[in-house]
């Protein structure tokens, strides 16, 4: 079975907090990455607002679900406010030849199709926004255009939370209203 790992938005910096957890949590991404190359897993860098190459498209995708109640129970900046802090994805973060790195939503589809990816894990930053709906690349739109079985690792993702005992309703909204199978590193 062809398996892959996206890391979703592990930048260099993010407006949301401590740079040491950010950096810790890299280094901890970067070990995972390493172990599943060694098990043959595709490897996709997907470090947002980076990378420049977005193509139009030409998909209809649904509103997804649960959209207001996620957004709120995040710390994410009010419209219009200064917070883009990030230039490049997390330097603990290792990036091979044989690696893939997109933020497009054609060529996403484009590298899971030609590898011929059954199942795909993500890990990085955050659950209940980029990972899950914010982004054209996340779970809930991905899956409208492609039927693959999706994972989100947890002690390697982030989640971004008002209050900490909310992570699992995000736990539960992904696994009820979206359908991803939640697992720890060590499960795979």
């Keep these: 079975m062809n398996k892959a790992i996206i890391l979703y938005d592990c930048w260099d910096k993010h407006w949301d907090g401590n740079q040491s957890d950010l950096d810790l949590n890299c ?3 970067n070990d995972f990455v390493n ?5 043959n897993y595709l490897i996709i860098h997907h470090p947002s ?3 420049g190459d977005k193509t139009e498209d030409n998909f209809i ?3 997804l679900p649960k959209t207001d109640l996620l957004y709120n129970i995040s710390n994410q900046p009010l419209p219009g406010s200064r917070w883009k802090v990030w230039s490049k ?8 030849n044989q690696d893939f790195i997109t933020e497009d939503l054609n060529n996403l589809l484009k590298i899971l199709k030609e590898n011929s990816i059954e199942e795909l894990y993500y890990v990085g930053y955050h659950i209940n926004l980029c990972i899950l709906w914010t982004r054209k690349t996340s779970i809930g739109n991905l899956k409208q255009l492609i039927d ?3 994972y989100i690792i947890k002690d390697l993702s982030k989640a971004l939370l008002k209050n900490k005992q909310d992570l699992q309703l995000v736990y539960d909204i992904c696994e009820n209203e979206y359908n991803i199978n939640l697992i720890n590193s060590k499960e795979l």
């Design 27 to 29: 280094k901890k991404i």
């Design 35 to 39: 172990y599943a190359r060694s098990n």
């Design 49 to 51: 607002d980076c990378v």
């Design 61 to 63: 995708l649904n509103p």
């Design 89 to 96: 994805q997390n330097p603990n973060i290792e990036i091979n």
């Design 148 to 150: 693959i079985k999706t």
